[in-house]
Structure formats: structure tokens, C-alpha cells
């Protein structure tokens, strides 16, 4: 009862310290276990076979002890409580056997915690897998609104780093099911061995615990504090093309050498602060596990008397350090698993927390849809901003070239976002084909439009591929196509590998201008039936942007273009032009009558000529 007692209370001392180092609301399983167990169930299979292979090893592995302490027997029989003198001749045959046995348990003990941690380690695998594409199917269909304001690198944390935890956690499940299972199995067999002297050779464990949350409680705040100093250090590093191209410009590598520099060295005190602490851990649980070991080195040499084998006595000690050690690797191990599992519960709070886009529900034939969009009195806000849009009201006609101008920030971009459900107006209407907007399907509605943003973004793959992203089926004449009406097919060709050039990180091989045009061809590849440039020419030079409304006047004249510029060149051939400022629509009408009314737009429009932004041919 002692021995219970004392084990009990050490327990309670390790547990309470690892809830203490997490925090009580850390230490709860919330929400992981909810998370965890569809995908646990579909393998629950596999993983029970992986335990159970797991407790027939750790019982092959112990049986050894126990054919040890009965060759030892064999040869040390006992005759009226005294030993004999050793007589291995006539006990040859059985020596033998015995270590034969061994071998095979051995290789037996071997295959089975081989073929477990296979099964387990393709069980966390498979997991790992569902689990990232889970995740990257949830921020997909995050609301844009959300994407803005999160941090990428957090994301990317979460999507790579904080996923592959759900591997180590599963490891090292693994592995305190094996320290348990040893730990239980030895137990036992001390009780069904020498039930009398048991409790004595158990008192390792309360001493073993004890000493593992010692050296925990030393160790935890200064991995805390290395940490810390890692992630400044992290931050200090700047390995961006775009970063260190700023550095550069400004000269001011050796300022950031001594900022890295003063990192680098608090992570070394740091570091060596753990590491000199660290290096105290094994001798102080070593000593736990021997004193462990020494009491029942002392107890069963004190009940030899009373019915105890030499052989049974050696297998106690023998066994000694398969139960305390185990033990010992178990505050570490728990420690490894609270870590993992925080960084899983983090994951799955996000994922609790993302607002995820409306999908909608009602259909939209894209071949159907002619490119008539409707909006009506349409105010809109950001989150914790003011309003960007106050009665808005457009008519965007099919088949026809809608220009949306005005001052920087007068809300032309969000309208557009407006239009493929980026974002929800806080009111008004939208249609499309005189259906609503806001409950039509939102993969419908957005392959019915074809959009270039103004921040362009490639991916880190050839430039045939980047312009196929929309339709992966397109040909290689259809992809040329598209780049001569982008006018990009010329400087493609010139490049080593023409399309199969390799674009880089953000497609920082190219200039701005290459980049725009490639984006280009790529909406015009989706051939989606409404087109949606949103300052997609910004820069470009006055002459190849000119060139390309041209081009794209000729190449693309039954679509329904809907243009969005600061520069003026592209919607003075428009066949309606809208003016906002302020959020508002001041003007609408052509070119020539705006131009012709003397508004904003006119006011525009001669100061963009007097800077040779655009010519004034076409003017009135």
C-alpha cells in the first residue's frame, strides 16, 4: 500500500508539473481528439494490430529474462536451501536450448515490433496526408477577408510545420505504448515471481518520477527562452530575393550582419545555458534507475532465505532496468507529446475559427451566361474600416467594354471583388444574367469571369504551365494564342526555353511587364465569357499598352470586357466608362461626352495628357 501510494503521488507531481508548464487550458485535449478520430477510426484496423504486435514483442523481449534465470538454475540447483558446486557438463544440452530460445525470441521480438512500427509509422503517414489536404481544402475556401488579414507565414506554419506534428505525435504514441506495455509486463511478472518482495523492487518508480519531473521543471523554461531566441533569430535572417534586394539598395548589410550577429549570440547563451543543465539529466536519472536497481539487488539477497532461486533472483535484477527504465524516457516522451499535441490543437483552433466563403446553392450555366451584370445601390466596408462603396449602381452589358476609372482609392478594385464574391456588399443587389449573386453557386460565378488582378501572381513552374493553370487541357496553339493577343508571345520566344522557361519564385525571372502580360494570357486561356482586367496594364509602356486594347479589341470582340484603370488609354475606347470618387459614381457616359462635360474625368484625362500618359488622339 505504501509503494502505491508513493507511486500515486509521484504521478500526480509529474502530471501536475507538465499541466503546470502548459498552462490548464493548454494541458486539455480540446477539440484534438474530435479532430483526430475520423481519421483514427478509418485505420482503427491497422492500429490495432500495431498494439498488439506491440505487447507480443515487449513479451518476447522480457521471456528472455526469464530463460536466463532458468539456465541459471539448471545449473546452480538448490539442495537444502545451499548451493552445489556448478556442474555445466551435465546441464550442456539444456544451456543450449536455452540459448537457442534466446535467438529466436529475439528475432521474433524483432519482426513483430518491426512489422508494429510499419504499420504505424504508414497509419501517421497516411494521416499526416488527409490531414494537410484537409487543411489546404479549408483555406481555400476561407474568406478572402480572412486571407488578407492572416499572416502568411503563419499559414504556411500551419499548412507544412504544425500538420507534420500529427507524425511525431503518433511516434511517439508509439513509443509510450511501449514503455507502458514494458513497465506493466514487468510488473507482473515481480508479482507472480517473488509476490512477497515485489512491493520493494517498485520503489524505483516514485524515486524514478520524481527525478524526471525534477530535471523537467529545470529544463522547460529554458527550452521556452531557446525557442524564443531561435524565432528572433528567424526573423533577423532575410532570405527573400525582395529582401535582401532592399538591403542592398540602401547599404545596409553591415547594419543587418550586427543585428543577425546579436541574435546569433543570445541564442548561443541560451543554448549553452540548456546545454549545461541538459547535461545533468542522464546522470541524475541514471543515479534514480541504479537506486531502483539497488533495492532489489538488496531485497532479493535479503529473501534469498525464503524460497527465492538464484535464478529468479537474477531475473529480478535483470528486469529492474526494463521496468525503471522505460520510466525514465516516459518524461520525455510525454514531453515530445504535449508539444505535438499543442501545435495540433493550435492547427485545429484556426481551422474551428477560419469564416469560410458561401458556397451557394443556385447554378450558373457558364455557357448561358452573355456577360449582362447588374448592380444596384451597393455599399460595402472592411472589417473595422470605414465605407468604401455608398449607393453604387452599374449596368455592364454583354458583349460591350465596360471602363471603371478614378482617383487611387476610390474603390474600383473592391467593386470588382465585389462582383466574384471576394467579398459580400453590406447592401444593395447583384445579378448576373438577371440571377442574384449572392446565393449563385461560387464556383459558377467565378468560371463565368476570367480575372487579372493588379498584383500578379505566378507560380514557380514553366510559363506554358502558368498560362494553362485555368484549362491544364488547353493546346500549345491555343496557349500561343492567348500570348499574341497579350502580346507576350515574342519576348517568350526569345528566351532560352521559350515557353518551358521556368519563371522562379513569384515569377521573379520576369519584369513586371512580362508578368502582366503572361497573367493575361492566362485569364484569356480560361475563355471565360466576361473578362475582368483590374489595372492589368499598369505597367506596361504607353505604346504596348495601346498595342494590346488593340489587340484585344480585334482578337476578343464577342466577350464582355470589363476594364478597371488609372490610366486613362484603356477606357478611352471603352463603349460605356464609369467615374468613382469617393466611392461613389460622379460621372458615366463615352469618352468623348465625359471628356466633352468637363468633370472629373476630363480633369483626368488633360492632366494624363499633358504628362504624356496618353495621347490625345481620339479627344474631343
Known amino acids: 500500500a505504501g509503494t502505491v501510494a508513493a507511486t500515486a503521488g509521484a504521478a500526480a507531481v509529474f502530471l501536475r508539473g507538465l499541466r503546470r508548464r502548459h498552462g490548464p487550458g493548454d494541458a486539455a485535449a480540446t477539440g484534438t481528439v474530435e479532430h483526430l478520430a475520423p481519421e483514427l477510426r478509418e485505420h482503427r484496423k491497422p492500429l490495432l494490430i500495431a498494439s498488439a504486435l506491440t505487447i507480443c514483442s515487449v513479451i518476447f523481449s522480457l521471456s528472455r529474462y526469464v530463460l536466463v534465470g532458468r539456465a541459471v538454475d539448471a545449473v546452480l540447483p538448490a539442495t537444502g536451501g545451499k548451493q552445489t558446486a556448478v556442474n555445466l557438463r551435465g546441464n550442456a544440452w539444456r544451456i543450449v536450448v536455452t540459448g537457442g530460445l534466446m535467438v529466436i525470441m529475439t528475432v521474433v521480438e524483432g519482426l513483430f515490433e518491426l512489422l508494429g512500427s510499419r504499420i504505424w509509422r504508414r497509419v501517421a503517414i497516411a494521416v499526416e496526408h488527409r490531414l494537410r489536404l484537409r487543411t489546404f481544402a479549408m483555406l481555400q475556401r476561407a474568406e478572402m477577408g480572412y486571407l488578407q488579414s492572416a499572416n502568411a507565414a503563419e499559414l504556411r506554419i500551419l499548412l507544412v510545420d504544425d500538420v507534420a506534428q500529427i507524425d511525431d505525435l503518433l511516434s511517439i504514441s508509439w513509443d509510450i505504448l511501449h514503455a507502458l506495455t514494458t513497465m506493466a509486463v514487468v510488473a507482473a511478472a515481480f508479482l507472480v515471481v517473488a509476490p512477497g518482495i515485489a512491493w520493494i523492487c517498485m520503489l524505483g518508480i516514485p524515486i524514478t518520477l520524481l527525478a524526471v519531473t525534477f530535471q523537467q521543471n529545470r529544463l522547460l523554461p529554458r527550452q521556452r527562452a531557446l525557442r524564443l531566441e531561435a524565432a528572433r533569430l528567424h526573423s533577423s535572417i532575410v532570405t527573400s530575393p525582395e529582401g535582401l534586394a532592399t538591403i542592398k ?10 543585428e543577425v550577429a546579436e541574435h546569433s549570440r543570445d541564442y548561443g547563451r541560451r543554448a ?22 539497488a533495492a532489489t539487488v538488496i531485497a532479493g539477497g535479503l529473501a534469498s532465505g525464503s524460497g527465492l532461486t538464484v535464478g529468479q533472483y537474477s531475473m529480478m535484477i535483470m528486469m529492474s532496468r526494463q521496468l525503471l527504465g522505460p520510466l525514465a524516457l516516459l518524461g520525455k516522451l510525454m ?26 446553392e443556385l447554378p450558373l450555366d457558364r455557357n448561358e451566361v452573355r456577360g449582362r451584370v447588374k ?32 482617383p487611387t482609392g476610390s474603390g474600383k478594385s473592391t467593386l470588382l471583388r465585389l462582383l466574384v464574391k471576394f467579398h459580400q456588399p453590406a447592401s444593395g443587389t447583384m445579378e448576373i444574367e438577371r440571377q442574384p449573386i449572392a446565393p449563385t453557386r461560387t ?24 498560362i494553362a493553370f485555368a484549362r491544364p487541357d488547353a493546346s500549345q496553339a491555343e496557349i500561343e494564342r492567348a500570348a499574341r493577343i497579350a502580346l507576350a508571345h515574342e519576348f517568350i520566344e526569345r528566351l532560352p526555353d521559350g515557353y518551358e522557361t521556368n519563371v522562379g519564385e513569384h515569377g521573379l525571372r520576369l519584369s513586371g511587364g512580362e508578368r502582366q502580360r503572361i497573367a493575361i494570357a492566362r485569364a484569356l486561356v480560361a475563355d471565360a465569357p466576361i473578362l475582368v482586367l483590374d489595372e492589368a496594364t499598369s505597367q506596361l509602356d504607353n505604346e504596348t499598352e495601346n498595342r494590346f486594347y ?16 488609372h490610366r486613362l488609354a484603356a477606357a478611352r475606347t471603352a463603349d460605356w466608362i464609369y467615374v468613382l470618387e469617393d466611392g461613389r459614381v460622379c460621372e458615366e457616359g463615352t469618352h468623348a461626352e465625359l471628356v466633352e462635360r468637363g468633370g472629373l474625368y476630363a480633369t483626368l484625362w488633360h492632366l494624363q495628357v499633358e504628362d504624356g500618359a496618353v495621347s490625345d488622339e481620339g479627344a474631343s
Not at 249 to 256: L, M
Not at 447 to 466: G, W, Y
Open 249 to 258: 539598395s540602401f547599404a545596409a548589410e553591415k547594419r543587418q550582419l550586427a
Open 272 to 293: 549553452t545555458e540548456l546545454a549545461r543543465v541538459s547535461a545533468t539529466t542522464s546522470p541524475i536519472i541514471e543515479l534514480s534507475v541504479i537506486t531502483g536497481i
Open 335 to 360: 514531453e515530445g507529446f504535449q508539444r505535438s499535441h499543442l501545435s495540433l490543437r493550435r492547427l485545429f483552433r484556426t481551422l474551428d475559427l477560419m469564416p469560410l466563403e458561401d458556397p451557394g
Open 375 to 406: 448592380v444596384r445601390n451597393v455599399h460595402f466596408r472592411y472589417e473595422g474600416g470605414r465605407e468604401v462603396l455608398h449607393d453604387v449602381s452599374l449596368d455592364i452589358r454583354p458583349g460591350k467594354t465596360t471602363a471603371i476609372v478614378g
Open 443 to 466: 464556383g459558377d460565378l467565378r468560371r463565368a469571369f476570367a480575372f487579372v488582378s493588379q498584383e500578379v501572381f505566378l507560380f514557380p513552374a514553366s510559363i506554358r504551365d502558368n
Open 550 to 565: 488593340e489587340s484585344l479589341r480585334h482578337e476578343a470582340r464577342k466577350k464582355t470586357k470589363i476594364v478597371v484603370a
